[in-house]
């Protein structure tokens, strides 16, 4: 089944304590994404990647970094969490910029 | 820089009835136009997408949406709503050339029965 994973799924932490969320995916798409909704706000990208080592700041990157060194895998890090990175987050991932994106199951961060 | 809005937070229709869920966006180059679907808890579903061609696009779920390039519109449409049309709708777009995806805020579909 073509499918985006993300683990964990719900997570909550302290402020601080370094996290990284997950994301796989099983298309062989290039171009994979990362995003945070947030009530109010719609969903926002937080950083995106059009291939393999290649990465690109979205609209909110502040306190976030990513790699991509597999193409199936995207991973999220967040290096010392704060309380305003308490969000749902998506991952996405798409064959093109013009095609739709699949998106994960979401997780949800709390950071206390 | 980019952007969409979805002017209606909420959008009531009664089951049967036609519905429309507005959106808009900023003027710069050409923009590919989408419509995404979160249903309660879930991750977000594609529903259909305008890259050019026709201006009224066809997607899931017998919903539509038209293309408007004079008024910077790309409203979702349904003839008849079904109360499980109830979610959360998002509009996006990206300009061609760029790779970065910009949603609106969303607006919140209830059908009643």
């Known amino acids: 089944e073509a499918q985006v994973t993300q683990n964990p799924r719900y997570l909550i932490t302290v402020t601080g304590k370094k996290l990284t969320v997950t994301c796989s995916q099983n298309?062989?798409?290039?171009?994979m994404s990362w995003y945070r909704q947030d009530p109010g706000l719609g969903l926002r990208q937080i950083y995106y990647s059009m291939n393999v080592e290649v990465t690109d700041k979205g609209d909110v990157p502040e306190g976030y970094k990513v790699s991509r060194k597999e193409k199936r895998n995207f991973p999220l890090i967040l290096e010392s969490p704060s309380p305003n990175q308490t969000s749902l987050y998506f991952c996405?991932?798409?064959?093109?910029?013009?095609?739709?994106?699949?998106f994960g199951p979401g997780t949800r961060l709390t950071v206390l | 820089a980019q952007s969409v809005a979805q002017p209606e937070d909420q959008v009531n229709v009664a089951e049967g009835n036609p519905l429309t869920v507005k959106c808009t966006y900023s003027?710069?180059?050409?923009?590919?136009l989408f419509w995404y679907v979160q249903y309660p808890n879930r991750g977000l579903q594609f529903l259909l997408k305008y890259i050019t061609g026709d201006n009224l696009v066809k997607g899931s779920y017998g919903f539509e949406a038209e293309f408007n390039k004079s008024q910077t519109s790309f409203h979702l449409k349904k003839p008849s709503a079904l109360v499980s049309d109830s979610a959360l709708y998002f509009c996006?777009?990206?300009?061609?050339?760029?790779?970065?995806?910009?949603f609106g805020k969303g607006t919140k579909l209830s059908v009643i029965p």
């Open positions: 298309m062989n798409h290039e171009y």
């Open positions: 003027v710069s180059g050409n923009p590919y």
């Open positions: 996405a991932s798409t064959d093109g910029p013009n095609n739709e994106q699949f």
């Open positions: 996006a777009v990206m300009w061609a050339g760029s790779y970065q995806l910009t």
